[in-house]
């Protein structure tokens, strides 16, 4: 029985464990009785109602000083009554006018809370002007016919509230809202049109919705006749709560009713007891002793799993290091004896693991090196060869000096990609030897092609890959301007703080076949350049070529500083 325990410690461990706290769990769990006082519980969330109300009816309150401010506002601006007397104007001083009426009502974009005013002008004729552009989907015919329309102009010195179920605007047509209306007089207090706010349902009820859960308090807001303004409920509950009163209800429902006196409207909140009494009492009960005997048992399960497996766990945490290619050092064996014997081979691992790892970085590293090497050393002997002809060609037509600048051109070169075996060497020096090189490639092709370099600053200290320009502008230079085609070549260097960026830009012929990436500048072509930038940058560095036929080529390099 001993070593049936020994060896199954672990598990007869975590058994026991779980064990003792789902026997915990359920007896507390039985032992305790949820009742309490429902109605403290209630009359808190009434008197909540209460306080939320009062800032409520302010919010409407300051909405409807809003909209008053609004249409004062829009019947002291000359811009309206003359808009809507509709003159008979040439085109530019009706430009003139529609530009100074839209200026003028840049700041009555929003109402109180930042709620989109909506605002339209229309006249007697039905001339239309909206205010953020958006026309109403509703025909000017429709609207001078509505009721609330024709109601504003019979009583022009008065605000009219009129509830939609449908906003006439495209973007409110699928939800309703409430347009609040104003008749507008000219100077000889003559009804010329009228201004028309729409305040969307969402926007009217965004006071209330935010603060009150819809399945506990419902809420409808409804005018004298009865007639819904807003809820949250669906409207034909809605129509049903505005009936319903305190006769026709059990001791489960409490109703309030609150006046919203600026617009005229009622405010009735039918509140569900039962549904308080769970949400704010029994459920949070129920959970609360849940969470202090779960607590409680993880405390136990915590002190009791961290000191018997500990030694698991550092084991775990220093295989993962081992996966993400760390090698860690070897760990202390103690714990039980299933993790004593996981922890001797995890160091027989590691012993392993370092032998190998070793050996395969130092062939990597000679490996590297030679790709490098033999990468940076691949010459043609016909370009050595067609660039000595040149220069012999200079010489004989008694170019002394062309030849003598060709020629230390020509040895500063291969001094450059034959002696120097760096991998990476300063920018300057990369561009000084670009320049040689251009000197070669107009000794040995002709001067129809120019070669301009640019650089927003010399930076002494940025590294870039030996030969990485001089493939780039050869492939331009030759393949770019056919049968001497004239044209030019830029090379444009910038810096970051951490990057440096190189582009080569040449007007020519664009690519109309597929370059052969392998033969350029005696060897060294394109796929020798992104080799050797995956070789010493990885990820770290990228090469693009874009290029339009008849307009040109750009290679983009980035490399990252060093």
């Known amino acids: 029985m001993y070593k049936w325990y020994k060896k199954n410690e672990l598990f007869v461990q975590f058994f026991l464990l779980f064990l003792i706290s789902i ?71 009706k430009n003139q006018l529609l530009y100074q009426l839209l200026k003028s009502l840049k700041q009555s974009n929003y109402l109180y809370d930042q709620i989109a005013s909506h605002l339209l002008l229309i006249n007697l004729d039905g001339k239309f002007l909206s205010q953020n552009g958006v026309y109403p989907s509703t025909s000017s015919t429709e609207l001078l016919n509505a009721t609330f329309f024709k109601e504003t102009l019979k009583r ?7 509830a939609l179920e449908n906003g006439y605007f495209p973007n409110t047509k699928s939800e309703g809202g409430l347009v609040i209306s104003k008749a507008i007089l000219d100077d ?32 409808v807001i409804y005018d004298t006749q009865s007639t819904l303004i807003s809820s949250n409920q ?4 809605a129509k049903n709560l505005i009936q319903m009163t305190n006769d026709q209800t059990d001791n489960s429902l409490h109703i309030q009713y609150f006046p919203v006196a600026t617009f005229g409207y009622t ?29 409680l048992s993880a405390t136990l399960a915590f002190w009791l799993i961290k000191k018997r497996i500990a030694p698991l766990y550092t084991l775990a945490n220093q295989l993962e290091q081992v996966n993400y290619g760390d090698l860690p050092p070897k760990i202390l064996v103690s714990g039980t004896q299933e993790i004593q014997t996981l922890q001797r081979a995890y160091n027989k691992m590691l012993d392993d693991l370092q032998d190998s790892l070793t050996e395969i970085m130092v ?44 020629i230390e051109a020509f040895t500063r070169l291969l001094q450059y990609t034959i002696g120097n075996t760096a991998e990476l060497i300063p920018l300057q020096e990369e561009l000084s030897i670009l ?14 092609v120019t070669v301009h370099l640019y650089q927003d600053r010399e930076e002494a200290t940025s590294l870039v890959p030996k030969l990485l320009l001089q493939p780039i502008v050869e492939n331009a230079f030759i393949h770019a301007f056919p049968n001497e085609r004239i044209g030019q070549i830029n090379v444009l260097v910038s810096h970051t703080q951490t990057q440096v960026k190189i582009e080569i830009i040449d007007d020519g012929i664009g690519i109309v076949a597929p370059p052969d990436t392998k033969k350029r500048f005696s060897g060294i072509g394109l796929t020798n350049i992104k080799e050797r930038l995956w070789l010493l940058f990885q990820d770290e560095a990228t090469f693009t070529m874009t290029s339009l036929p008849n307009q040109g080529t750009i290679v983009s390099i980035i490399l990252p500083k060093k």
């Open 23 to 93: 026997l915990t769990v359920s007896f507390i769990s039985v032992l305790l009785t949820l009742k309490s006082a429902e109605k403290v519980y209630i009359n808190t969330h009434i008197k909540t109602v209460n306080t939320s109300m009062k800032k409520i009816q302010e919010d409407y309150t300051k909405l409807n000083d809003s909209l008053t401010n609004q249409f004062l506002d829009l019947q002291k601006n000359p811009y309206i009554t003359t808009f809507l007397n509709d003159p008979k104007l040439d085109p530019v001083a």
């Open 156 to 162: 022009p010195y008065q605000l009219h509230y009129q």
């Open 188 to 219: 000889d207090k003559t009804v010329v049109g009228a201004a028309l706010i729409f305040i969307s349902d969402s926007d009217f009820a965004k006071f209330y919705r935010s603060i009150f859960n819809a399945d506990i308090d419902q809420i």
């Open 234 to 237: 669906t409207p034909a509950t």
């Open 267 to 295: 405010l009735k909140i039918i509140t569900n007891n039962q549904l308080v009494a769970n949400d704010l009492f029994l459920q949070p009960l129920i959970y609360s002793l849940l969470a202090l005997m779960i607590l």
């Open 363 to 406: 062939q990597a590293d000679i490996k590297r090196a030679m790709e490098i090497r033999a990468l940076q050393l691949q010459i043609q002997p016909h370009f050595i060869y067609n660039t000595l002809t040149a220069i012999k060609f200079q010489i004989m037509k008694q170019d002394n000096e062309q030849a003598v600048s060709s």
């Open 435 to 448: 320049k040689d090189y251009i000197t070669i490639l107009q000794i040995r092709f002709g001067t129809h």
